[in-house]
Nanobody, 117 residues
Framework: QVQLVESGGGLVQPGGSLRLSCAAS????????MKWYRQVPGKERELVAA????????NYADSVKGRFTISRDNAKNTVSLQMNGLKPEDTAVYYC??????????WGQGTQVSVSS
């Protein structure tokens, strides 16, 4: 069974850090582009960061550039999102996504990140 399971969310003060992890099972992420999205109630899901199957530094939404870092470990079948300098506007449910093509496109169940003093 294909699964993506996110972990690492929680409540943090402004300026703090969190590290989200996404563990894949039932398939191998090696050829997939891995992405992190976020969504707040009443708004569309927003692409936060993406990393290609080749790896590299990733691509980021302007709102998180310089603060968030996406990484992947193909050997462990995981992808992570290091979030530093968190702001209240980063509060959202964060979703892990694995994309290869239109038919091979998987989502996790999401993890809540709340930034508040």
């Amino acid at each position: 069974q294909v699964q993506l399971v996110e972990s690492g969310g929680g409540l943090v003060q402004p300026g703090g850090s969190l590290r989200l992890s996404c563990a894949a099972s039932g398939f191998i992420i090696r050829l997939y582009t891995m992405k992190w999205y976020r969504q707040v109630p009443g708004k569309e899901r927003e692409l936060v960061a993406a990393i290609s199957y080749i790896g590299g530094s990733g691509n980021y939404a302007d709102s998180v550039k310089g603060r968030f870092t996406i990484s992947r470990d193909n050997a462990k079948n995981t992808v992570s999102l290091q979030m530093n300098g968190l702001k209240p506007e980063d509060t959202a449910v964060y979703y892990c996504n694995a994309w290869l093509n239109g038919d091979l496109n998987y989502w996790g169940q999401g993890t809540q990140v709340s930034v508040s003093s």
